[in-house]
Nanobody, 123 residues
Framework: QVQLVESGGGLVQAGGSLRLSCAAS????????MGWFRQAPGKEREFVAR??????????ADSVKGRFTISRANTKNTLNLNLQMNSLKPEDTAVYYC??????????????WGQGTQVTVSS
């Protein structure tokens, strides 16, 4: 059974930092790209960042470029995906979702979603 479990969300003041993590298990993810998406209240889910299956390529939404960093660590049976978020702004407030997509295919919609973790940035 594939599971993507996010952690690390919380409440932070503007200008602060948070580090989100996603533990992926249930299959071999070394053929999957991984990504982060977010959804704010009343808005559609949007792309934040993604990373290729071996971590050699990363892509970011313009709104987070230079402030967020995505990384991954593959192990034999699990994968750890991280999102380091610096210089946070109130507009970064959203539920953040971890996602996995088959490398070589479209990253949206992904093949698997996590359950989400809330990030709230106060002004």
């Amino acid at each position: 059974q594939v599971q993507l479990v996010e952690s690390g969300g919380g409440l932070v003041q503007a200008g602060g930092s948070l580090r989100l993590s996603c533990a992926a298990s249930g299959r071999t993810f070394n053929t999957y790209g991984m990504g982060w998406f977010r959804q704010a209240p009343g808005k559609e889910r949007e792309f934040v960042a993604r990373i290729s299956r071996i971590g050699s390529s990363t892509y970011y939404a313009d709104s987070v470029k230079g402030r967020f960093t995505i990384s991954r660590a593959n192990t034999k049976n699990t994968l750890n995906l991280n999102l380091q978020m610096n210089s946070l702004k109130p507009e970064d407030t959203a539920v953040y979702y971890c996602a996995a997509y088959k490398q070589g295919g479209s990253y949206y919609p992904p093949d698997y979603w996590g359950q989400g973790t809330q990030v709230t940035v106060s002004s």
